[in-house]
């Protein structure tokens, strides 16, 4: 390995150490909590290496939201590949994402709440929110049967309500036993298949 490629590695290497570290201590103790002080003294890197990667906290935020959107996005795929039919493919990445969120608090945060400049449906938009966008919206297809355009905003108004049912729960504004009839409702309504997936009889 020559020396370029190999400072190329260390680097790397001290990314994903930061950007590791700064999520382990957000799920830990909240997003206050993470400091460039707090994170030298865990990682034993001097704030200005800190610096030398990342712009500042923001920036650091923004590198566990990216990462947290191609683990929702590849946990999405894998949930729906596995499931038996198109229904139970959407019911899978339904209750796959809401355990995300369940358990990432933090990370979904960065995600969606925290300020930074990612961009969904945008010429800069990041690979990884594409990709989890994406994952969604296959199993909408799948089980509506939709044109392209009607995908899109199917899988807008679902991200929607998966929001607003992940961070209502979490805020306990809902009853945590009325979930499963909320689901149910959800899922009744994106498609006009059965669970059998078979063809409508009338």
Do not use: C
């Not at 990612?118 to 089980?143: G, H, K, N, W």
């Not at 607003?164 to 149910?184: D, F, K, N, S, V």
């Amino acid at each position: 390995m020559g020396t370029k490629e190999r400072r190329e590695r260390e680097r790397a290497t001290r990314r994903a150490a930061i950007v590791a570290t700064a999520r382990e201590l957000a799920e830990q103790e909240g997003w206050d909590a993470v400091t460039t002080r707090r994170l030298a003294e865990r990682i034993e890197y001097s704030q200005p290496v800190l610096y030398s990667h990342f712009a500042g906290k923001d920036a650091i935020v923004a590198a566990v939201a990216r990462q947290g959107f191609a683990e929702l996005a590849e946990d999405t795929r894998k949930r729906a590949s596995a499931a038996a039919g198109p229904h139970d493919a959407l019911e899978a990445v339904v209750l796959g994402y809401l355990a995300f969120a369940r358990a990432n608090p933090a990370t979904y945060y960065a995600m969606f709440t925290a300020t930074t400049e990612l961009r969904f449906a945008a010429e800069d938009t990041p690979p990884e929110l594409s990709e989890a966008f994406a994952a969604l919206r296959a199993p909408v297809i799948a089980s509506a049967h939709l044109a392209e355009h009607d995908a899109d905003l199917q899988t807008e108004l679902l991200w929607s309500t998966l929001h607003g049912l992940a961070t209502l729960q979490a805020a306990a504004r809902i009853p945590a036993e009325g979930q499963p009839e909320r689901i149910a409702l959800l899922l009744r309504s994106l498609g006009p298949r059965s669970r059998g997936d078979g063809p409508e009889t009338s």
